[in-house]
């Protein structure tokens, strides 16, 4: 009996050490699956949003390109509208194809976004459509869908945690314009 209880510190031991190592593995392997899943989802929440960001520029261009014939200061190389018509319907499609992979991966600010931008590009697809009134503002709505996509990407790449300085583009355009 003395012996045993002689021999209860090494047996203690080697048991905490046993207990620690299974702990230490378990926190480990818990932590690299973390990781492994945030950047899964992250790969995943890149591409709804990229491929979001595609459709609605698409759309926009598409306006752009619409109304070119009515704006004697475009640059947009213009299209008729029945054709270009066309184009926006199938770019909807793929943007409404494209809002279901923003709203089951995208946060909350990211989705208001996406929405606010989407509303903007809207005003300048309904005046494609010609079902705007004398008093709506082509510059303006440009400016909306511009500083509403910039609003997107800051909250896209802040859901992306890739806060890596400012990429807005829509003051950047401005002052292009100003200087062209």
């Known amino acids: ?9 090494a047996l203690l ?41 595609r459709t609605l520029n698409e759309v926009h261009l598409l306006a752009h390109r619409i109304t070119a014939p009515s ?3 475009s640059r947009a190389h213009p299209i008729d509208q029945t054709t270009g018509l066309e184009l926006i319907a199938e770019a909807d499609v793929l943007r409404t194809r494209a ?7 995208g946060d909350s600010d990211t989705v208001a976004a996406a929405r606010e931008w989407r509303w903007a590009v809207l005003q300048l697809e309904r005046a494609a459509r010609g079902r705007v009134d004398d008093r709506f503002d082509w510059v303006a709505a440009v400016r909306r869908a511009d500083v509403a996509r910039d609003r997107f990407y800051v909250a896209a790449r802040a859901s992306l945690t890739l806060d890596r300085g400012d990429v807005a583009q829509a003051r950047w355009l401005v002052d292009r314009q100003m200087n062209s």
């Not at 190592?21 to 591409?47: F, I, Y």
């Open 71 to 73: 704006r004697p200061s």
């Open 99 to 105: 809002w279901e992979g923003v709203l089951l991966l």
């Open 1 to 9: 009996m003395i012996a045993f209880l002689n021999q209860m510190p």
């Open 13 to 53: 031991g080697v048991i905490v050490g046993v207990v620690g190592t299974l702990l230490t593995s378990r926190l480990n392997d818990k932590a690299q699956w973390t990781r492994a899943m945030s950047v899964r989802w992250d790969e995943r929440r890149l591409d709804a949003y990229a491929e979001y960001g």
